[in-house]
């Protein structure tokens, strides 16, 4: 699960500033300089976003640079957040062994992660550095040499390197820099040996096979999933042309400078402005006096408000973080496990892929070249469909395990008052999905757009926005955007090693035989594309696959419309499954709920939503009439 935000320099300093030692107050003002600075760029991101939108469309002058300045705000806001997280112990791991094991034995593997991330620092300061002196190449609306923003890479690795270093413990100074010291030689010999021995090992074309094992087993072992995936690249590359071990750092900068990426800062900080802002508990409101009188309310009541913000924030891992912090404790309350309260809440918060805006349907359109619109339109019938199948696993395990009504049931009144009470909240999602549908602004403006109207219905409508909480939320949302990304970014150079040996296409082309029986093809890709969810974070999966697999499926007579829906049900299915299960770690965390438990507890919602992707893979008109009726 995600490695704990353990007491650091800043917590400390909030119990006992008056004892706390100079090297952690010091540590303390790195730790709040470096927040800052990621709070800054992000919030620069979502201005000039939001500035476009108003001199497009208001002003009727559309501008060149804010896309540019918006990504490379964005790209060094996470590669400084990157160390952020490191400080404060907060990157998404899977800790399971290091829970079971014995104090001293620990503290040795707890040691060996760190070395494992000073490992993976180096690769990308040292090839980072690399990289950037090759780079010649100027922005296009800014002529800003492009070496600025991949110097992000080399630069946050570098002060994750000093985090590493840096004693985070109250102690003797001596001695906790006497251990960080250690992480860094052995890292840096750990560096050397796999960067000169290697060859001498295994060759290139085990790159593959020396990338999953070296990757997965880091992660089986508690690394955190993104320095997890940079060693196994730089360990599959290691053997060949080093040159190649530039494509590392090069890769994480290039993934991360996208405009479309942006949209999950952006929902992320609308999601977490929602919440402080009283707009999301509204919405949980709303919900719990439509069907919390019934047996398994409250778990149906968390399904529901999972399906009204899906049409808000457009991403699974916020709907993920915000719903776990207001419903997992109180489902605990009234006699719910915990384990399945989060991973009902991880299994609904894919609805947000699943119904506009989805960053995933985004993607797929502009990799497939099929409408953004279609595609909106199509997964209207899927998306209620996997929220029915939910609720209808909630009904059945509400039965068998006793859980009861929760609330009495409220009158005709109640609801309609609930109901005004949220509208505000529910023409958001209007607002979006309009917007996006007739062209009024980009996917990406639409979650800044969205993070404004959440401001202002806050601020003004529900007046719950104060400045203490509304700072408190953004250094939240950033920081859960950035342990995010951060995977995202790494799991960009791990899917290059795979496509540059040719994997997705060995594996295509094994599956062409079976272009003359298009149900048997389907329920292989179906069957690889669930694989490949275990391993691959959704977007990066859908940046080689895409392209390899839509050309397949058009050859044997199917619609590319529903099979965008497929593959985006198929990956985020995939979120709730290990090693990667991002969704998961997320509630887990967000809910204080057992990672293995709540791994185990998600199996019946699993089940739901396989079966209603094979009825969207072999019913196609579950998609395809909505789009002739409805879509432009």
Known sequence: MPAQTLPDAAQAASEAP??????????RLADRLVEAVCVALILIAVGVACLQVVMRYGLRSGLPWPEEVASWAFVWAVMLGMALATARRAHIAIDVLPRLLAPRPRAALDFLIAVIMGTASIVL???GMDYMKRVISASPALQMPMRYLFLAVPVGAALNLVFLVWPDRAGPFWRGLFHGLAVLVFAGLAYWAIRNGAASVYSQASGPVVLVLVGLGAILIGVPVAFALVIGAFTAFASANPILLVTIAQNMGASMNSFTLLAIPFFILAAAVMNAGGITPRLVELAMLLVGHLRGGL?????????MLAGVSGSSTADASTIAKLLVPEMEKRGYDRPFSAALTAAGSTLANLIPPSLGLIIYAALASVSVGALFVATIVPGLMVAAALMIVVAVLSRQRGYGGDLPKPSGTERIRALVAAIPALILPVIIVGGVRFGVFTATEAGAVAMLYALFCGAFLYRNLTGQNLVAAVRDAVLDTVVIVVI???????AWVLAFERVPQKIAASLAVLVERPWLLMLAINGFLLVVGLFMEMIAAMVILVPILVPLVILAGFDPITFGLIIVMNLVIGALTPPLGVLIFTTARAGGADLVATFRAVVPFLVAMIAVLMLVTFVPALTQIPVRLLAP
């Open 125 to 127: 300061l040292v090839h």
């Open 18 to 27: 008056a004892a706390l030692p100079p090297f952690l107050a010091l540590r």
């Open 488 to 494: 995202i970014a790494a799991a960009a150079p791990f």
């Open 299 to 307: 778990a149906h009541a968390n399904v529901v408000t999972n399906t």
